[in-house]
């Protein structure tokens, strides 16, 4: 049985150059680009394998990631076997698959031997079926079964993002034997934080640390030191899920089991990190409305994943026009009310954003849920009202000296807040809404939110405008 392993510059034999290819900045040092490039460009493997060859995955991956796709081929075609195939699970998915695409599957599968189960799957996952059967028809029997049973299981999983390698033992074994078995057993991993304990089917019994190992007597059984593992995370959990496990026990490492209980695999916390990282920049995406676009995606890509917002955009948009079209006649008579119709939706809207962002970001935190829901809406009326009052004070002000009308500074004050209240109620509401009824709020909420902003911002400032003028 074999064990986890972390992802660090030492556990792949790599030291850490940080200070030597990043700027100041952060951004991979122009001059380190040169001295690649040049080496690209002569074919010298010698001076490419000195220059590249000990960089930590993560560094090789921002590399690649800067190099043109003619430099990243010939990179990885003059390193070889010397190529860290890890690298390719730091960089954008579109770069990954050109650079995969780009490789014969014999090659490929030699390199997935070299890599732990995690970081195969994740190479493995975006290639076609055809593919992935023909790789995996190449590896060794029992590391073919155990990255299959991690590909079936769906994406964004734990099943999906553990690692299959781990370390086991039976509760009657000793401590003794548990360490000649850890020192003597060559096919164990470098690095491992926990072993598990299992019964001969397999099932999870317990697990201890290796603190608890070096603590204990050779003579005394696992069974009497090891502890429950409360926290076992089921193959099928949503990958989010996972994630809030370890950040509400602060775990470093948990099992992964099957429906049945069996110990198939573990998560280690830096699998978490990433998933941490991928969902808030996807929910972020989402709410921008740009799908799962990557930078290093096609113009034609990147088009086709945000058209289909835009079009809901533009119906809503036409929404909003027709609400100014019930006004023309006012707008005719008045053409300053055109000036600042932008000014009362486009602060609304603005609003909205900040209270949808607050609470979509709570909800996919379970910050906010029914207990406190009630409490955080009232908060949010009494900002939007407070902030209304500010702004109407400031915009009443401005519009009307600019427009040297009373009425109208009047007008357009009322109108903000209205606008700002309904902004900051819509901005908790809808979201709550998308999420009671099973839709993902950070995908819809935006789209809504600034449809309500801007009708209502338009139907208070020209309705009252309208109402008030008629008066006078």
Partial sequence: MEGQDGHSPEASGHPHLHADIYDDDGVVRS???ADVGAALAAHDTQALKRDVGSLHQSELGHLLEALSAEQRRTLVELLG????????????EAIRLEIVDSLPNEQIAQAVQQLDSDDAVYILEDLDEQDQDEILAQLPFTERIRLRRSLDYPEETAGRRMQTEFVAVPPFWTVGQTIDYMREDKNLPDRFSQIFVIDPTFKLLGALDLDQILRSKRAVKIEDVMHETRHAIPASMDQEEAAREF????LLSAAVVDENDRLVGVLTIDDVVDVIQEEAEEDLLRMGGVGDEELSD????????????????????????????????TIEHIVALAVLMPIVAGMGGNAGSQTMTVTVRALATRNLDIYNAGRIIRREMGV???????????????????????????????AMIINMFVAALAGILIPLLLHRLGADPAVASAVFVTTVT?????????GLATWWFGLL
């Fill in 247 to 250: 950040e509400q026990y602060d």
């Fill in 31 to 33: 001059s380190f680009l």
């Fill in 81 to 92: 076997s010397d190529f860290d195939f890890s690298a390719l699970t730091e960089v954008d």
């Fill in 454 to 462: 801007d009708v209502v911002g338009f139907f208070a400032f020209l």
């Fill in 384 to 414: 939007g009202f407070l902030n209304g009052i500010i702004f109407a004070v400031l915009i009443g002000i401005v519009a009307g000296t600019w427009f040297q009308d009373a009425n109208l500074g009047g007008i357009i004050a009322a």
């Fill in 298 to 329: 096609t113009v034609l890509t990147a088009s086709r994943s945000r058209v289909p917002w835009l079009l809901v955009n533009l119906f809503t948009a036409f929404l909003a026009a027709s609400v100014i079209g019930l006004f023309d006649r």
